[in-house]
């Protein structure tokens, strides 16, 4: 069974969990390991696709959403980060609106959510509206919320996410797939 590995990462944040999930998985078995712009072709040579992301109002960005709805046929495992966060209820709601995008061929056969640091620029423009008429106590919870993103994903979230893969896994093999490899 052969697999690809595509990711959008803006900040590193989906990077790192797709390094994660590379590290379980066998190279040789590996078609396509990067970004989600060039990896069309590739993802038609693979059997299970390992499709990242990181949170836009509530979805996948973009870039992904035309990917993901491109592929046909294809286990997927969705994984992805979000700045905010920490709730399952709110990680359900994302990967609920993401899978929307897989085509009714596609099988989903597993996936992971966790937080994501995000850019100083966003806390500084979090401060900034400090004062300026709206919601303190919003405003406050936004910025708790920063900072316990802050060094997420972390080591304890990437080895969940490779608990997850480890988990997908033994569902393929049952179905007669080899990506763990066998004596």
């Excluded at 190279?27 to 993802?43: I, L, Q, T």
């Excluded at 038609?44 to 949170?55: H, I, K, L, M, Y």
């Excluded at 899978?99 to 850019?119: H, V």
């Amino acid at each position: 069974m052969t697999y690809t590995i595509v990711y959008s990462s803006r900040t590193g944040n989906t990077k790192l969990l797709a390094d994660g999930i590379r590290s379980v998985l066998p190279a040789e078995s590996c078609v396509y390991f990067g970004p989600v712009s060039g990896a069309e072709r590739e993802v038609a040579q693979a059997d299970v696709v390992f499709a990242g992301f990181w949170v836009d109002k509530g979805s996948c960005d973009e870039e992904m959403a035309g990917f993901l709805s491109g592929i046909m046929g294809k286990d997927v495992f969705l994984f992805g980060t979000a700045g905010f966060g920490g709730s399952r209820e709110y990680f359900s709601k994302i990967l609920g609106n993401v899978g929307k995008y897989l085509d009714g061929s596609c099988r989903l056969t597993g996936t992971f959510m966790c937080q994501g640091q995000m850019p100083p620029a966003v806390r500084k423009r979090y401060e900034g509206m400090v004062g300026t008429g709206g919601d303190v106590c919003k405003v406050r919870e936004m910025i708790e919320n920063y900072d316990r993103a802050l060094g997420h994903p972390n080591e304890a979230d990437v080895e969940r996410v490779k608990r997850e893969v480890t988990r997908a896994l033994a569902g393929w093999e049952g179905d007669g797939g080899d990506l763990a490899g066998s004596d």
